[in-house]
């Protein structure tokens, strides 16, 4: 992504046309730049309609992320942030400043991100204004083998905040997937350091679709949904204000309580919970059987008819066993 690419389109309004002349009077550049940016702009997944003698408008609203708004807000929290316009990846930036000091409740967000990283070395796609990316570093006392579900229990926060914004049919898939009607809204890439003994850090990725998810669905391979499209237009600083404002209490709770403390509300919000599953493990043929929840570690538990089997996050992926 181009540099100016942002610049021009925080110039741009859903409502009225801004001309090319006086975009590049503002952004002081060529009016040849600005219609190189516009082009740009749909390769990133934002529609810009251009007439000509009126100039350019936003196909459908977006709102920009401002780090100046968030770092008000957030500070008084503790939180510490890092805004970027694009960089390959949240999760990778924190976890080099977390091995170079970054405090506890450290926040990067960035408004795109070229190399985003999902579990088990999937990629995270999102369109430039469609999405937001987030990576949150909490630093806990307990040691690393303690740590084995707070991915559920980040998934349950989740799900948590976005039905206080009023999205009451969304669901986690296991173990922290976040789907609406079966359809994937948002993903959590947690990575853990520090000893088997204590203390540790959790690297907490989010990624979660607020518009245009639809658009989606051919590149993941999977149905995928958006905030929009359930609730309406939101702001995305309204959005990150609200997720890590729970993530950081539902945090507090987990380095009180350990899971122990979201189970049950980590099995009422699983989208498949008490229904026929298969688990596919990368050797051999799918395991089937009925998804009854989840042990004290976050472990799946699938009862296969014939016995009660425990499943890892790492290992394997779930899939509804749908004819």
Aim: aromatic residues 6%; neutral net charge.
């Amino acid at each position: 992504m181009s540099p100016l690419l942002l610049a021009v389109l925080r110039q741009l309004s859903h409502e009225d046309f801004l001309s090319g002349e006086v975009l590049a009077k503002r952004l002081g550049c060529s009016r040849a730049t600005v219609n190189n940016a516009i082009r740009e702009a749909a390769g990133g997944g934002v529609s810009v309609h251009a007439v000509h003698g009126r100039g350019y408008r936003l196909a459908r609203p977006l709102s920009w992320l401002a780090p100046d708004r968030l770092r008000a807000e957030l500070a008084p929290r503790g939180v510490s942030l890092r805004y970027f316009d694009q960089l390959p990846s949240t999760n990778t930036h924190l976890l080099e400043w977390a091995q170079s000091g970054a405090p506890h409740r450290a926040l990067v967000v960035s408004e795109w991100q070229s190399d985003g990283r999902g579990r088990r070395g999937r990629a995270w796609h999102g369109g430039l204004g469609g999405g937001l990316t987030f990576s949150l570093l909490w630093r806990s006392s307990r040691p690393v083998a303690e740590l084995s579900g707070l991915s559920l229990a980040v998934g349950a926060s989740l799900v948590g905040a976005l039905r206080d914004l009023g999205l009451a049919r969304a669901m986690v898939k296991w173990p922290n997937d976040i789907l609406v009607d079966d359809a994937k809204l948002a993903g959590v890439l947690i990575e853990l350091t520090g000893d088997m003994l204590g203390p540790s850090a959790a690297v907490i990725g989010v990624g979660i679709n607020v518009l245009g998810g639809e658009a989606l669905t051919e590149t993941v391979g999977q149905p995928v949904t958006d905030l929009r499209r359930h609730v309406g237009p939101l702001d995305r600083n309204d959005l990150l204000l609200a997720l890590v404002s729970g993530l950081d209490a539902s945090l507090g709770r987990f380095e009180r309580e350990g899971f122990a403390g979201f189970r049950q509300a980590w099995q009422d919000y699983h989208a498949h919970q008490n229904r026929p599953v298969r688990i596919h493990t990368g050797q051999g043929e799918p395991i089937l059987g009925r998804a009854v929840g989840v042990d004290e570690q976050g472990a799946l538990l699938l009862d296969t008819g014939s016995d009660l089997r425990r499943f890892h996050a790492g290992e394997v992926s779930l899939r509804a066993d749908t004819p």
